[in-house]
């Protein structure tokens, strides 16, 4: 089936660890982005990808990184400089052929601190 | 920066009864979106308006896109228990530009 994935469903990190945060996707699109969601926050872009080798910083970089070395994978890394880490991750993406065509989310990962 | 104003924060409501939510901007969109998120998943999408005044239906749910281009709503007709979860809105301006989201309507549904 077509989709997008992301892993683990759940994942804990310890004071100091950088964690990676796994979204793969095989639509064949384009765009890719990351969210974090806090409890009555909404989303909030942490980065985003338009193609394949470049990204650009959303609205809450700080303490993030990602690369996107291949179309279908965009991978998070929560470094140990994001001091409030725990939230509920989710990956999009979007094809950008035609017209604008809205963005398809994967399940989530949801981090929390041991 | 954009913000959309989503309103109600959330709703108690019998089953059986409508439902209506809304979304406010200060600025312009392009293209409005729905989406309904359900405990430990994704959004999934519900419904997609790309015209000013457009009103499009997905089963018993309608949504409008404004006249002014800074305002949807979504109806839900007759509400049912799997109605159950948070209903973002979520605008995109144009070009460039990232997908707004709001903070969304957390709905519960009494059987």
């Known amino acids: 089936d077509g989709g997008i994935t992301q892993s683990p469903k759940y994942l804990f990190r310890k004071e100091g660890q950088n964690v990676t945060l796994s979204c793969e996707q095989n639509?064949?699109?384009?765009?890719m982005y990351w969210y974090r969601q806090d409890p009555g926050q909404g989303l909030r872009l942490i980065y985003y990808?338009?193609?394949?080798?470049?990204?650009q910083k959303g609205d809450i970089a700080e303490g993030y990184s990602v690369s996107r070395e291949k179309k279908e994978s965009f991978p998070l890394t929560v470094t140990s400089a994001q001091k409030n880490p725990t939230a509920f991750y989710l990956c999009?993406?979007?094809?950008?052929?035609?017209?604008?065509?809205?963005?398809?989310f994967g399940d989530g990962t949801r981090l929390s601190i041991l | 920066g954009q913000q959309l104003n989503q309103s109600p924060q959330s709703m108690f409501i019998q089953e059986g009864e409508d439902v209506s939510m809304n979304c406010t901007s200060s600025?312009?969109?392009?293209?409005w979106l729905w989406y309904k998120q359900e405990p430990g998943e994704g959004p999934v999408l519900l419904i997609a308006l790309y015209k000013a005044g457009e009103l499009t239906s997905n089963g018993r749910l309608t949504a409008q896109f404004g006249i002014t281009r800074k305002d949807s709503f979504l109806n839900i007709s007759a509400s049912i228990p799997s109605d159950v979860g948070i209903y973002f809105c979520a605008g995109w301006a144009g070009s460039q530009g990232n997908l707004i989201f709001g903070k969304g309507t957390k709905l519960s549904v009494k059987p």
């Open positions: 600025s312009i969109f392009n293209t």
């Open positions: 639509l064949n699109h384009d765009a």
């Open positions: 990808s338009q193609i394949v080798n470049d990204f």
């Open positions: 999009a993406s979007r094809t950008k052929r035609g017209t604008y065509q809205p963005q398809h």
